[in-house]
């Protein structure tokens, strides 16, 4: 009986230290480069900046669908800000390297057309 409290115990005890392990941990956020970025630019590049013009914001969906389904790309890359005002596109937010960041461009080029997109978009630094 003592052993089977003394398992149970050891068990109870392993649990809440990895639940005390996951609950320090922070969670991946981009907040700070973010506020950075759209410190620096325009306020049309930032989502408050964008209209609900119907035009914008299919062009909007259609270049979030496009990075959305590259399975290529990182959680960074997925989680950029796409903003299109007037037809004109910003990127900002972090991606993981820059073949990424030239791979987003190139995706909002395919659908905005050449010439129409900023792109603001940092590279992370490595770890």
Known sequence: ???R???MLA?????GLA???????????????NANATNSTAKSS???????DASDVNLTKQ?????MDDKSLSTYAHNVKIVAVN???????????SREKDLVAA?????????????????APPK
């Open 11 to 15: 068990l109870t005890l392993s649990l």
């Open 63 to 67: 270049i979030r669908r496009r990075v």
């Open 46 to 52: 930032t989502a408050d900046g964008q209209a609900n």
């Open 1 to 3: 009986m003592k052993s």
């Open 107 to 123: 995706k909002a080029e395919e659908v905005a057309g050449k010439g129409k997109v900023t792109n603001l978009l940092k590279v």
């Open 5 to 7: 409290t003394k398992t």
């Open 87 to 97: 037809g004109a596109v910003t990127l900002n937010g972090v991606v993981r390297d």
């Open 19 to 33: 639940a005390a392990a996951q609950a320090q941990s922070p969670a991946p956020d981009n907040t700070k480069t």
